[in-house]
């Protein structure tokens, strides 16, 4: 039998020195039969990374090597989440860990696996909070300060599965088990594997979150999309407008537009490399709408992206809110009289949402206000529209907008 252990446990080395969780998914080679399985134990440990840190914390008086770590992660979260036998779950960790040439090791994990206990909670509620939900304790004050009794309710929301755009076609994968969206042909999946007819450009995968953004943006002439890779948005709103400029600050991700809307055959897209935060005068009051999805802390989409919580740190919100703020700046200079500009993050924290808008609107008297309507649950912020992930169909994102007068 094949150890479960194993192909996690590269995986997660590579997470753990600081690639992200995808990334280190498709460049480690896997034994195809159990991939699935293999992902989602990948997931689950660093959905629960917190919550194992306490356990292994706890029942240790020093703290393990990294190498050795990540197999107690691994083995603790299959013995505690997948409700996998004892004996084998400690014998193949003992057995990786002696494969790995740490013989030393083995009669540690050994005893460990064996022995530990589960410890009791912290008495501070935010730490207690922060093992419960496994999320870093300064993200939980912040959304304590906004959010309150929600904050364990938007830790906690589960990722409802694959969101899929239908070009044509949805009625022949309907009988799959499913939850349905406000957005016509567009559906969450339990289980979603792609088939020719996603190359043949029937359908894509986009979150509900984007597809939201996508929806409240009114159409016109040409469309700036900003921040555009990997382009699913651009590729959507070349629906709505004449022509979409898709631009992107690194040429490897302008490369996944210009793939993205071949698939979909959205001809009016150009791909283009740019800076959001450089003025660019070939741009400069040219467009009747422009898209600033900007970079971001990604708190609003942990429950699909759990590395967000191994990488993100407090100090990293102040220096996106200045990048937040000079590309809205930056590119308010590329609207039309008249156009709109629209502002969207993946983030919960009103810091990177209604702060920015607001600094936005003090230093920019030629734009007013102008919020969209959107179908999909949200809540009202003063200044924009905010989706949690346990009332937005796991979708934890924001939007507002201005009119240029």
């Known amino acids: 039998m094949t150890n479960p252990l194993c192909d996690p446990y590269f995986i997660l080395s590579k997470v753990y020195g600081g690639k992200f969780l995808k990334q280190a998914i498709a460049e480690t080679a896997v034994e195809p039969l159990h991939k699935a399985r293999t992902v989602k134990i990948c997931y689950g440990v660093l959905e629960k990374d917190v919550y194992l840190e306490h356990i292994i914390g706890a029942n240790v008086k020093k703290q393990p090597k990294s190498s050795v770590k990540i197999i107690l992660k691994t083995a603790v979260y299959m013995l505690e989440f997948m409700q996998k036998h004892d004996y084998m779950v400690v014998d193949f960790a003992v057995e990786l860990t002696k494969k790995l040439g740490k013989e030393g090791a083995a009669g540690f994990v050994n005893a460990f696996l064996r022995s530990y206990k589960i410890p009791e909670l912290p008495e501070k509620t935010e730490e207690r909070l922060s093992v419960e939900c496994s999320a870093p304790v300064w993200l939980v004050k912040k959304l304590k300060r906004s959010y309150k009794s929600e904050t364990a309710d938007i830790l906690n929301a589960p990722s409802l599965g694959v969101c899929v755009r239908f070009e044509r076609g949805a009625e022949k994968y309907l009988d799959k088990p ?149 590309i809205l700046e930056n590119c308010s200079r590329y609207v039309k009289s008249g156009g709109s500009l629209y502002y969207s993050t993946c983030s919960v924290l009103p810091e990177e949402n209604d702060s920015v808008v607001y600094n936005f609107l003090q230093l920019h008297p030629e734009y007013a206000l102008n919020k969209p309507n959107c179908a999909l649950n949200h809540r009202q912020t003063k200044l924009g529209l905010q989706f949690l992930p346990h009332i937005s169909l796991g979708a934890g994102f924001y939007l507002t907008a201005f009119k240029k007068l």
């Not at 897209?269 to 040219?286: H, K, Q, S």
């Not at 942990?302 to 990293?316: A, C, G, T, W």
């Open 178 to 326: 499913h939850t349905n969206t406000p957005f016509e042909n567009v559906y969450i999946f339990e289980n979603f594997v792609r088939d020719e007819n996603f190359f043949a450009g029937d359908y894509t995968f986009q979150s509900v979150g984007s597809v939201a953004i996508c929806s409240a943006i009114e159409g016109g002439g040409n469309l700036l999309d900003a921040c555009a890779a990997p382009g699913g948005k651009s590729v959507l709103l070349s629906k709505k407008f004449e022509t979409v400029v898709a631009s992107e600050l690194h040429a490897h991700r302008v490369e996944l537009i210009e793939s993205y809307k071949s698939r979909m055959g959205a001809n009016n897209v150009t791909a283009a490399l740019g800076d959001g935060t450089i003025f660019n005068p070939d741009y400069e009051g040219r467009f009747d709408a422009v898209l600033c999805d900007v970079p971001c802390s990604g708190t609003g989409v942990i429950n699909e992206n759990p590395d967000i919580k191994l990488f993100r740190k407090e100090e990293d919100v102040e220096s996106l809110t200045k990048t937040q703020l000079k």
